[in-house]
């Protein structure tokens, strides 16, 4: 008896100081985020849709921007309008604070100006039952529902409370992470025209519901870097032409893919890279990166 109970205590405790041996060497064997992402099947992947792809020329490269009509209808075809018109080319970058966001889009160039077209009604939210694909990765302390709608990072209420609101109204609603592109307006919330801004810092709180974001960018958010910076920039950084996708020749077009935010790859790719705790609490939705592949190159 004493020599089968001492047997089972020795086997019990071999199995303890074995097991974190094995748990480490299980950790070093686990893909990476960026090998589970580059094993990704093509079916994971999605183009861009030609007519809602835009292309901000900047001096220092070419920023693409993915165009959201599921979230700014009116906006967005604001947005491409004045592109198609020629509106944006040559106006400059006037308010651009550090970790925060750069503004254009004004013929005047102080913040004052405009185009001759109507103000915008305000898109600061829509119904979940209007825009699909909402895929919920989790939540923080700032929304319950967290997560993306074809890349675009996306929190929402919970579904649940449509029964009890007398509008059975549930909102959805972009969250302004650096690359999300939103538009500008005076204190009026229908006075957005044909000023926009784009994000380089997280401003989720002092901005999330208050401005209607359109669009993210999908690659060459490093362009946006060498903004000059001010309130007014010393040398203004211009814009040199913004073009439509559709409007470009094909030849001329850059090859893009983004990975589905909706694929298990995509859920995965969040696990091993640390975004994901046990309990459902996304580690900060803004600094996670929607991978990319431009010209056949990943960007993670």
């Given amino acids: 008896m004493r020599f089968g109970s001492m047997s089972w205590a020795m086997a019990a405790l071999a199995a303890v100081m074995l097991s974190p041996a094995l748990a480490d060497d299980d950790d070093e064997n686990a893909p990476t985020a960026r090998e589970i992402v580059e094993n990704a099947p093509e079916s994971d992947w999605r183009g861009l849709d030609p007519e809602n792809t835009l292309y901000m020329d900047l001096p220092a490269g070419t920023v ?10 009116g906006h967005v075809e604001r947005i491409k309008t004045l592109t198609r018109q020629g509106f944006y080319d040559g106006l ?19 913040g004052t100006g405009g185009s001759d077209l109507p103000d915008l009604e305000a ?25 993306y709608v074809d890349g675009m990072p996306t929190a929402a209420e919970p579904e649940g409370l449509r029964a009890f609101l007398t509008n059975g109204h ?21 006075s957005a025209n044909s000023q926009f801004f784009l994000m380089i810092g997280d401003s989720r709180q002092n901005l999330d519901q208050r401005y209607t974001a359109w669009g993210w960018i999908v690659d060459g958010y490093e362009a946006t870097r060498r903004i000059v910076r001010g309130e007014p920039p010393s040398r203004p950084t211009p814009i040199i032409r913004m073009r439509i996708e559709a409007d470009i020749p094909e ?3 850059e090859d893009i893919k983004v990975l589905k935010t909706d694929s298990q790859t995509f859920t995965e790719y969040l696990k091993a890279d640390g975004q994901l705790s046990d309990t459902g609490f996304l580690k900060d939705i803004c600094d996670i990166k929607v991978p990319v592949k431009a010209e056949g190159d990943l960007e993670l």
């Fill in 64 to 73: 693409v921007i993915e165009l959201r009509p599921d979230f700014a209808p």
């Fill in 92 to 110: 400059a970058f006037h308010r651009v604070i550090e970790g925060f966001m750069a503004q254009g889009g004004d013929p005047k160039g102080d």
């Fill in 123 to 147: 898109e600061f939210t829509r119904d979940s039952t209007e825009v699909e694909g909402f895929r919920e990765i989790g939540r923080d302390r700032m929304a319950p529902r967290l997560g």
């Fill in 170 to 190: 549930v909102d959805v609603w972009p969250v302004h992470c650096p690359g999300v592109m939103s538009m500008a307006r005076a204190t009026d919330p229908d």
């Fill in 251 to 253: 030849a001329e077009r």
